[in-house]
């Protein structure tokens, strides 16, 4: 059975048979242009690093304020 084309009328094409293709037509691809926040983001790795600077801090407040650091506070519980 030989499918060839043998008109295209407005993007549809009408085979030899006479039977019409609609779906020949591709539809267009579009790039979302809302940015996701996830992966390695400038947001992402801004907000990793506030993250970790808070915690850096409070480990070393926790240390002058106790006299141990985490693991001496935690075996001693």
């Given at each position: 059975?030989?499918?060839?084309?043998?008109?295209?009328?407005?993007?549809?094409?009408?085979?030899?048979?006479?039977k019409?293709?609609?779906f020949?037509?591709?539809?267009?691809?579009?790039?979302?242009?809302?940015?996701?926040?996830?992966?390695?983001?400038?947001?992402?790795?801004l907000?990793?690093?506030?993250?970790?600077?808070?915690?850096?801090?409070?480990?070393?407040?926790l240390?002058?304020?106790?006299?141990?650091?985490?693991?001496?506070?935690?075996?001693s519980?």
């Amino acid at each position: 059975m030989n499918t060839t084309a043998k008109a295209s009328i407005k993007g549809a094409i009408i085979d030899e048979q006479g039977k019409m293709n609609n779906f020949a037509i591709e539809p267009k691809v579009y790039v979302d242009a809302q940015g996701d926040r996830t992966g390695f983001t400038p947001y992402a790795e801004l907000l990793n690093g506030r993250l970790a600077m808070i915690g850096f801090i409070s480990l070393i407040a926790l240390e002058v304020f106790t006299g141990h650091g985490v693991f001496g506070l935690l075996t001693s519980l």
